[in-house]
């Protein structure tokens, strides 16, 4: 079992910044991919970004060049840098974690609880 708890949500005016913090415990592979999705209401959970254990970053088309995921693997931590928000930036935002299984990455992994984005125009 992985257990993620994430922080640093809030309330943010557009044009500002926020980090999300996700810690992670309890059963950590050494090779896992941690990332952060989001969900608004009335929509799909949807990508944000990713990264690997060994630094391999993905991000969402919409928040590329904004967002920056990072991570600490001794601390088992990832972060996502959140600047020039848009109100369309509103939502929960949700940590997941999955390992490497074989040679793909498990399907559906480990939740956060989610923390909420929200972003005042």
């Known amino acids: 079992q992985v257990q993620l708890v994430e922080s640093g949500g809030g309330l943010v005016q557009a044009g500002g910044s926020l980090r999300l913090s996700c810690a992670a415990s309890?059963?950590?592979?050494?090779?896992?991919?941690m990332g952060w999705y989001r969900q608004a209401p009335g929509k799909q959970r949807e990508l944000v970004a990713t990264?690997?254990?060994?630094?391999?970053?993905n991000y969402a088309d919409s928040v590329k060049g904004r967002f920056t995921i990072s991570r600490d693997n001794a601390k088992n931590t990832v972060y996502l840098q959140m600047n020039s928000l848009k109100p369309e930036d509103t939502a929960v935002y949700y940590c997941?974690?999955?390992?490497?299984?074989?040679?793909?990455?498990?399907?559906?992994?480990?939740w956060g609880q989610g923390t909420q984005v929200t972003v005042s125009s």
């Open positions: 997941n974690y999955r390992r490497l299984v074989g040679l793909t990455y498990e399907t559906m992994g480990y």
């Open positions: 309890g059963s950590i592979f050494s090779i896992n991919v």
């Open positions: 990264i690997t254990s060994g630094g391999i970053t």
